[in-house]
């Protein structure tokens, strides 16, 4: 574990130069704790180069949001440093209400962050959040190969574009408290925190009369995950290829990898050509493993893709049913079905749906595949259209649906060979040194 002052030296001294960081403050202890602890280590040392700027999320969803967002500005305007509030507006959902409230936080976050040209966003995540989020995952299935055991990654990538550091997650909330009072710095309650509507609540009350060691085991699951992610990389990269970034080939040698490896790969192989955010089922992979490890020829379909089985090795591509038909306005873009980003360059409303099949075409498109494979391949593709005939439009395989939000460093390795292989390999590098992220 880290005190508060050693974790805020520990990212500084670890962080490339220049680098503005964009601090997420909402007045609670976490938040105000790393804000307060990076001012006085950036005060206290030679730290050119690194510049603070702090930023307050208003959810509108309490009478007093409105205050406590003024009073941080207030704590961060006595102390010089550069503070923005930004409101949640409009109707609120009355059933998810937390995961939406977190979502329009990073996209608000990621607004201020490209306004200021932010490094990164930094939050306030600790080590008691962590143990909470572990416990809750372990609660799921506390299997060894539950990947959830690995917890919050310390660098997160967010929608591709900036990277979310969590400097705290192996310092304790009490410390951090600590150092406040030391420092006579009051800091705000919410009262969300301690209703047991909230799951994350419940947790942390259960945890309440436990001890506090779980920063090691935390720390090998994650060195686990990271492991085989980079071997699912390897994997991906010795024996996959992609045509049209929606027909994957995985040759017969590349079936005989070891079983978790050739399990990960598989699970984000499928859900970037299925165009899903989210990984298959533990059941449907354990039915895709025994369908690859009998190697008969054959079919099988999950999580909206279709595993061929043919003498030639593993053919995955997504299967040609529930394709959506979407009208994109002038001037503006869409993700069509969760795996091509396509934007309309027109004065005319521009119309996507799936291509028309031809056996010729697809023969055309896929060489050397047969010809079935590449018939459905290609009916998986979308097809532009104007509707007032002037077609000008551009179509960009670079969606990797569960990579797109959040990419925690455990998988950044994986994500970029699968971004090797749809041509998209363009993600941001991270901010801190290579040396600390693998120590």
């Known amino acids: ?145 539950n990947l959830g055991l690995a917890g919050m990654a310390e660098e997160v990538l967010l929608q591709r574009r900036r990277w979310l550091l969590r400097p705290f997650l192996s310092t304790r909330r009490a410390d951090i408290r600590l150092a406040l009072v030391e420092r006579d710095i009051a800091w705000l309650d919410d009262p969300s925190n301690t209703d047991p509507h909230y799951e994350r609540v419940r947790m942390r009350q259960a945890l309440a009369t436990e001890a506090l060691s779980v920063s090691r085991e935390i720390f090998e699951a994650g060195e686990r995950r990271r492991r085989l992610s980079e071997e699912a990389a390897g994997f991906l990269r010795r024996h996959a290829t992609l045509q049209q970034g929606v027909l994957a080939h995985i040759g017969p040698a590349g079936l005989d990898e070891p079983q978790d490896v050739l399990r990960h790969g598989l699970a984000a192989l499928a859900a970037v050509l299925g165009g899903r955010e989210h990984g298959l089922r533990r059941e449907s992979l354990d039915r895709i493993m025994a369908f690859v490890g009998a190697r008969r020829p054959g079919r099988i379909t999950a999580g909206r893709v279709i595993f061929d089985m043919r003498r030639e090795g593993l053919y995955m591509q997504r299967e040609n049913r529930g394709l959506p038909s979407v009208d994109v306005l002038p001037g503006e873009d869409t993700v069509w079905d969760g795996r091509y980003r396509i934007d309309n360059a027109s004065d005319d409303v521009l119309r996507i749906a799936s291509m028309a099949t031809d056996r010729e075409a697809g023969a055309k498109l896929f060489p050397d595949v047969p010809p079935s494979v590449a018939f459905r391949a290609m009916s998986v593709m979308p097809k532009l259209e104007s509707l007032a005939g002037a077609l000008s439009g551009r179509v960009r395989m670079e969606v990797m649906a569960p990579f797109e939000r959040f990419l925690p460093s455990f998988d950044l390795e994986m994500a970029r060979q699968i971004g090797v292989l749809l041509g998209c390999n363009d993600f941001p590098l991270s901010p801190v040194n290579v040396s600390r992220r693998k120590s």
């Open 1 to 145: 574990m880290l005190s508060p002052e050693q974790a805020a030296r520990r990212l500084l001294q670890s962080l490339h130069r220049p680098c503005r960081l964009l601090v997420a403050v909402s007045g609670g202890s976490d938040s105000l704790g790393l804000l307060t602890m990076l001012a006085d280590s950036l005060g206290a040392s030679s730290a050119d180069g690194i510049s603070l700027a702090a930023a307050t999320i208003d959810h509108g969803l309490r009478a007093e949001s409105a205050d406590e967002a003024d009073a941080v500005a207030q704590f961060c305007s006595a102390r010089g440093i550069p503070h923005l509030i930004r409101r949640w507006g409009g109707d609120k959902p009355k059933a998810g209400l937390s995961a939406a409230a977190r979502e329009a936080r990073y996209a608000l976050l990621m607004d201020i962050a490209d306004e200021l040209d932010a490094t990164a966003i930094l939050t306030g995540h600790t080590l008691d959040d962590q143990r909470e989020t572990v416990a809750m995952r372990a609660a799921r299935s506390d299997d060894h190969d």
